[in-house]
């Protein structure tokens, strides 16, 4: 009976607040534009996985959310091998280590968040993968390291290897080595940022965010001016917002770049389409709220879906949620929330929300800034 190695790591959400859309490099991920995102609490959006690793495993196995998966593509293929070079060195250093680099795996993992409908499983799941075999390796590599594997795996998984506000640098290198997760700021630097979340399809996305890359990059007159043009001097504000705490400018740039972000998928050919109806109306309905109480108090982006994700501090908390809440109180998400806390402000009536709003959207989710990877004495068993 030969012994089985196991570790367990889980990892987060992140929701780009500059968004990344499109690569220089699809063979190694290379985005055309750096990025910035908000790290999401685990205890309301994770992905949890747990490896196992014995020599009398025939072969790499894959099991997500209790299902198998195929584990024979290019961008699982290149996060493992980078994991086992970095493990055999270790090996070849210490001759008494057991040589995990040449046996296979057995990776379990599960989301507490519906995947593939754009709400950035990818990223937490590459992300929990890259941490749990890095602890099962027992590898030296600090996060912005492990990033670069992750980065591999999925562009955006590499920011989910921090907590708090995350920085995807572009580099410039043509190996890839540059490009790499940074972190802006811990959570603790803006404690009070919150998220809530509108889940308005749980369903698999039409188009896949590879695929729309690929056709917005190849089709798109819009896009050569988004990242050459746009995205550089945002980058800039952004990073400045965040250390400043400046919400007024975090959540104006949060929503034009998911509109810009959004604007270069309609244009490319054929146009494609992540925001719905329901999409269309919550924007207008934040945009409401921010004119009522004459400044930005939430703010609105956008992923590959139509998932709603709205930013706000905590201390306006009563008035955004209370805008929310009186559209969507029939939908669920709100148990632990005190409505009776809420209120919506006297420039937004009661009776001018479209209330057409809550038919399209199934539940909210809430939650705030969060930490990245962490161990976890959690361990899955495959089916």
Same mark, same amino acid.
């Given at each position: 009976?030969h012994e089985?190695?196991?570790a367990?790591s889980?990892a987060p959400?992140?929701?780009? +607040?500059?968004k990344?859309?499109g690569?220089?490099? =699809?063979?190694l991920? $290379?985005?055309t534009?750096? #990025?910035?995102?908000?790290? *999401?609490s685990?205890?309301?959006l ?5 490896v196992?690793?014995?020599r ?5 196995s894959?099991?997500?959310n209790? +299902? ?7 961008? =699982?293929?290149?996060? $493992?091998?980078q994991?086992? #070079?970095l493990?055999?060195? *270790?090996?070849?250093d210490?001759?008494?280590?057991p040589?995990?680099?040449q ?13 593939a409908a754009g709400?950035a ?6 992300a ?14 600090d996060?912005s ?16 290897m921090?907590?708090g ?9 043509l ?5 790499k ?6 959570p603790?630097h ?6 809530a ?13 590879t695929?729309?890359?690929q056709?917005t990059v190849?089709?798109?007159?819009l896009f050569?001016?988004?990242?050459n ?5 945002r980058?800039s ?7 400043n705490?400046?919400f007024?400018?975090?959540?104006t740039l ?6 810009s972000f ?6 490319s050919y ?5 925001l ?10 934040i945009?409401?709220?921010n004119?009522?109480?004459?400044k930005v ?5 956008f992923?590959a879906?139509?998932n709603?994700?709205i930013?706000?501090?905590s201390?306006n ?5 209370g ?19 809420l209120?919506v402000?006297?420039?937004v ?6 209330s ?6 199934s539940?909210?989710?809430l939650t705030?800034?969060?930490e990245?990877?962490?161990e976890?004495?959690m361990?899955l068993?495959?089916?």
């Amino acid at each position: 009976m030969h012994e089985i190695y196991t570790a367990s790591s889980s990892a987060p959400v992140n929701i780009a +607040v500059l968004k990344y859309w499109g690569k220089r490099d =699809t063979n190694l991920n $290379l985005p055309t534009n750096s #990025s910035i995102s908000v790290t *999401l609490s685990q205890k309301d959006l994770r992905t949890l996985t747990t490896v196992n690793s014995s020599r009398n495993f025939e072969k790499d196995s894959l099991y997500l959310n209790g +299902v198998s998966h195929s584990i024979e593509n290019d961008r =699982t293929t290149n996060c $493992l091998e980078q994991l086992r #070079s970095l493990r055999q060195q *270790l090996e070849e250093d210490d001759p008494n280590l057991p040589k995990l680099s040449q046996w296979k795996l057995h990776i379990i993992s599960e989301n507490n968040f519906p995947t593939a409908a754009g709400l950035a499983s990818s990223a937490a799941g590459f992300a929990a993968m890259v941490a749990a075999i890095s602890k099962l390796y027992e590898l030296p590599q600090d996060a912005s390291e492990l990033s670069r594997i992750a980065r591999k795996g999925s562009g955006s998984a590499c920011r989910s290897m921090f907590g708090g506000y995350v920085a995807w640098e572009m580099g410039e290198k043509l190996d890839g080595t540059d490009s790499k997760a940074v972190q802006i700021a811990p959570p603790e630097h803006w404690p009070n940022m919150k998220a809530a979340i509108c889940i308005v399809s749980d369903l698999k996305k039409d188009v896949s965010s590879t695929s729309g890359m690929q056709t917005t990059v190849q089709t798109s007159e819009l896009f050569q001016y988004r990242v050459n043009q746009v995205v550089p001097p945002r980058y800039s504000q952004m990073v400045d917002a965040i250390k400043n705490r400046d919400f007024e400018t975090f959540g104006t740039l949060t929503m034009k770049d998911s509109n810009s972000f959004h604007a270069t998928c309609l244009d490319s050919y054929p146009p494609i389409f992540y925001l719905t109806d329901t999409s269309k109306k919550i924007i207008k309905l934040i945009h409401t709220l921010n004119d009522a109480i004459g400044k930005v108090v939430a703010a609105y982006t956008f992923d590959a879906g139509p998932n709603a994700v709205i930013y706000y501090e905590s201390e306006n908390e009563e008035v955004v949620l209370g805008v929310l809440f009186g559209v969507l109180s029939n939908v669920d998400g709100w148990n632990e929330m005190n409505s009776a806390t809420l209120k919506v402000p006297e420039g937004v009536p009661l009776s001018s929300l479209d209330s057409t709003i809550a038919s399209g959207v199934s539940r909210v989710i809430l939650t705030q800034v969060g930490e990245g990877p962490k161990e976890s004495d959690m361990f899955l068993v495959a089916p």
